[in-house]
């Protein structure tokens, strides 16, 4: 298991299309099997059995599981009619390989993202891949999904498979990995075996500086800037309440389907909750769309970056001014010099690269593109008072996260107040000053700062509101290590 780690456009998504024939290098040399490898086209490479997973599976709704398998690489039998028996076949050995119980007749659509990525993986091995490429696999995964992905990755390994591993979680790699290759600005830092490494020296050869400590930040004050009453998420289950106070960062923490996404789409009026009330400044109001909540103070950033935070067909410029379109306008009529302004404040604040206004989002990688979302509401003015920010981290490098932390900071500085919802538990518990932990829709239960643990968030989250005693028992870090 070989790693490759590096900063947001250090190169990483740029090698991993050399590798499988999507670009071409402009000098060099590819060697598959001990074969050098010259017009490598994406046939070629799969050929050779090379084979990438990569962080968004590329399954096409709407084919079902076989379709999506054999795609492009259908088996014909006499007079060039479908195998089809054939198929099937090979498409439920390669899933039973994987452990996955995804039906070969089922559309795609209805699978989870861990059984998405378990197909693709199954696609793979099917067409004998010797060399697999995971591009930030577990970006979208948490939980038990993960670690199916994860264990499924260690029996490939054992089965002799090449595994190319790339993410930004840092505990995946000292979890996973043998050896390591630093990536910067497209140039290779280092290779290292990872037994020896710390997380600080591997953080230190990625961004090139020390990741310093962030200053302690003040209570935040009494004042109550959003609250809700009576929220009902889903059928069924309990109203969730909460108040969330100026300066303040109050986590949600949960898993998939937990309801945290629903909440954040509730608040923002990209789909209201079925009852209740929400509550900005102590006065009851109502968001039916996003215009409705952005008008309050409130701003959402999105989970799905590419679906609903980005027009990837626009400019980094034209999607920074998105936001602000009423104060850059005139006569229906965008002023361009204030809104390169804009833009050229959002790359320079949040580090977007390569740092070209024009250049179309769509080409951009996963962290700037993350980077583009969170710029285009937070350079805008008057700065938000509420603001949900829906896995803001998700893909985004180790230096590029403690940017996003230190802009967290400086919002709740300013007196706005931040809804954090994270997958990442050290996240959540890093920056939080409470956290509200949610289970089927509902609250299961909240920790107050002094009372965080990793344990005590997901035994609410696993077991829900009935066992917030069994997680009130549990001790937190500093207990453990006074013992």
Not at 79 to 93: F, P
Not at 176 to 187: C, H, I, P, S
Not at 406 to 418: H, N, T
Request: aromatic share 4%; charged share 25%; net charge negative.
């Amino acid at each position: 298991m070989h790693a490759l780690v590096g900063e947001n456009g250090a190169g990483k998504s740029t090698l991993v299309k050399i590798l499988t024939g999507a670009s071409v290098a402009d000098s060099g040399e590819l060697v598959v099997q001990g074969h050098r490898m010259s017009h490598l086209t994406p046939e070629r490479a799969r050929e050779h059995g090379v084979c990438a997973v990569y962080q968004e599976p590329s399954l096409v709704p709407g084919m079902t599981v076989m379709e999506n398998m054999f795609l492009a690489r259908e088996l014909r039998g006499p007079l060039r009619v479908l195998a089809r028996k054939e198929m099937r076949r090979r498409a439920q050995e390669a899933l039973e390989r994987v452990g996955s119980e995804a039906r070969i007749g089922v559309d795609v659509s209805s699978l989870s993202v861990a059984d998405r990525q378990l197909v693709e993986i199954a696609r793979a091995l099917m067409f004998e891949a010797r060399v697999l490429i995971f591009d930030e696999p577990s970006a979208i995964l948490s939980g038990k999904e993960l670690d199916r992905v994860f264990a499924v990755i260690e029996e490939l390994r054992t089965a002799g498979l090449g595994i190319l591993y790339i993410s930004h979680r840092l505990a995946e790699i000292f979890r996973l990995a043998d050896r390591a290759t630093v990536l910067k600005d497209g140039r290779v830092v280092t290779t290292r075996p990872v037994e020896g490494l710390t997380q600080e020296e591997l953080i230190r050869l990625m961004v090139g500086r020390d990741i310093g400590e962030r200053p302690p930040r003040k209570l935040p004050s009494d004042r109550v800037v959003l609250e809700t009453r009576g929220l009902v998420l889903r059928a069924g289950a309990d109203p969730v309440e909460f108040e969330l106070r100026a300066g303040e960062v109050l986590g949600v923490a949960g898993l998939i389907g937990s309801g945290r996404s629903r909440l954040a789409s509730a608040i923002g009026g990209i789909r209201p909750a079925k009852a209740g009330t929400i509550l900005r400044n102590g006065e009851a109001v109502e968001f039916n769309r996003p215009h409705d909540a952005v008008a309050a103070g409130i701003v959402v950033i999105p989970e799905d970056r590419k679906g609903e935070g980005l027009i990837l067909d626009q400019s980094i410029r034209a999607n920074i001014g998105l936001a602000s379109l009423r104060d850059i306008s005139a006569g229906g009529i965008v002023r361009v010099a204030e809104e390169k302004r804009l833009a050229a404040d959002a790359i320079r604040r949040f580090g977007v690269r390569p740092p070209r206004p024009e250049i179309l989002t769509r080409n951009l990688s996963g962290g700037n593109q993350q980077k583009v979302v969170l710029g285009k509401w937070l350079v805008r003015n008057p700065p938000p008072e509420v603001a949900v920010l829906d896995e803001p981290t998700r893909g985004v490098d180790v230096g590029a996260k403690f940017e996003i932390y230190k802009l967290i900071d400086e919002l709740v500085e300013a007196g706005a107040g931040v809804l954090l919802v994270s997958s990442e538990l050290p996240e959540v518990i890093a920056m939080s000053d409470r956290i509200m932990v949610m289970s089927d829709g509902q609250v299961a239960g909240f920790l107050e700062n002094g009372e965080f643990s990793e344990e005590r968030i997901l035994t609410l989250a696993v077991l829900g509101r009935e066992h917030s005693e069994v997680a009130a028992e549990l001790p937190t870090p500093e207990e453990v290590a006074a013992t």
